[in-house]
């Protein structure tokens, strides 16, 4: 198993090593870059024009408990991105349905998470309702 392990729908697989993700700063100097990496506290408008162009992002999220990172990507999304969304970093199998419906496309995370949260862990948590939704199914 690699160092990191990327997460999706159709469960754990290999995060591509060739995938170059530049930070915001960078971006600007790279007028042919789609790939950038974005810490929480990012002002998406920071981005400007820029985000036509960008192909990919990926969301850090430094800690479990902060949620910032899902703040960030269904601002984004409103803000008419349509490219891939990751979350990296410090996330657990009960934050997945919410990261999906924040937008996120697809999970990273170091192999020693993967290994203690293992793939059945996070499908099992993908399949989970929130309580929103099952206040909201017609009675029997």
């Known amino acids: 198993m690699s160092d990191r392990v990327l997460i ?3 469960g754990f ?3 591509d090593p060739a995938e170059r993700y530049l930070g915001l700063a960078d971006l600007v ?12 506290e ?9 985000l036509a162009r960008i ?3 990926r969301i850090a999220f ?8 899902f703040t960030l990507a269904r601002t984004l999304r409103r803000m008419g991105f349509t490219g891939r969304l990751r979350a990296a970093g410090q996330l657990i199998p009960e934050q997945y349905p919410m990261a999906r419906a924040c ?8 192999a020693a998470r ?9 499908r099992a948590a993908a399949g989970r309702q929130g309580y929103l939704a099952r206040l909201r199914r017609p009675a029997a």
Do not use: C, H, K
Request: charged residues 25%; proline residues 13%.
């Open 8 to 10: 999706t729908d159709a």
């Open 114 to 122: 993967a290994q203690r949260q293992p793939e059945a862990d996070w």
């Open 55 to 57: 192909q990919a992002i």
């Open 103 to 110: 937008g996120f496309d697809e999970v990273e995370i170091d």
């Open 62 to 69: 430094p800690a479990v408990s902060d949620g910032r990172g």
């Open 29 to 40: 100097a790279a007028p042919g870059a789609q790939r950038v990496d974005l810490g929480p």
């Open 42 to 50: 990012t002002d998406p408008a920071a981005l400007g024009p820029d």
């Open 13 to 15: 697989g290999p995060v």
